[in-house]
């Protein structure tokens, strides 16, 4: 299926909000769409392999939880403040964790596998809203999987050096200013706010700074 009028560019001045409309749209026509991935109620399993039986392990080990087979209650955050999970854990002590106060399991199954393309679809009307930090969100059948995951979104997907940087030397001219206004202030610490006037596209929640 061919996108629409079949351009390979959407967007532009004036005409972005409904250019990605008809983009998105075309998308769900042609992609594998997965329903109910919402972080509120569950989280998504990534099988160790495309082997069936991986898939197959990590619903059964999510059923034998919520059923309480072995005699536990089904986890809550609580469970495990001051009390986290060794990263080496047997798998269904770390979906114990990953599971806490969600209600169900979103698997990376085959069909999502094989798909071309999967579209998540991220619409409010539909309940959809991926706003959440990936390492809360993903579990890994596989630990070591996990591991590498967050070890490669430390080291690759974050701020580059020289804006980092420069961060540093607002914060260390912040500092020598409030030792200035207070001698007494030796170690220059000083209070910030981060004001949000809006999120994202909910006009309602944009206020004015008066």
């Not at 495309?50 to 072995?70: C, G, S, Y």
Request: some cysteine; hydrophobic content about 35%; overall charge neutral.
């Amino acid at each position: 299926m061919k996108p629409p009028e079949d351009r390979v560019q959407f967007g532009g001045v004036g005409r972005k909000s409904q250019d990605l409309k008809i983009l998105f749209q075309y998308l769900r026509n042609v992609g594998y769409v997965p329903e109910g991935w919402n972080p509120t109620n569950c989280f998504v399993a990534i099988p160790s392999s495309t082997d069936p039986a991986h898939a197959d392990e990590l619903q059964r080990t999510f059923d034998d939880i919520v059923n309480m087979k072995d005699g536990r209650k089904v986890p809550s955050h609580e469970d495990f403040i001051g009390k986290p999970t060794p990263v080496d854990a047997p798998m269904i002590e770390r979906m114990r964790e990953m599971l806490a106060d969600r209600e169900n399991i979103c698997i990376y199954n085959a069909e999502m596998q094989n798909s071309k393309l999967v579209h998540f679809d991220v619409d409010k009307t539909h309940n959809a809203r991926m706003l959440t930090h990936f390492y809360a969100f993903i579990f890994f059948q596989d630990w070591r999987q996990d591991l590498w995951t967050k070890r490669f979104i430390r080291d690759h997907v974050r701020y580059v050096d020289e804006i980092v940087c420069a961060a540093a030397r607002v914060v260390r001219a912040v500092r020598e200013r409030a030792r200035k206004y207070n001698p007494e202030n030796v170690d220059g610490l000083f209070d910030s706010m981060h004001v949000r006037r809006g999120d994202f596209q909910y006009k309602k929640t944009r206020l004015s700074a008066e």
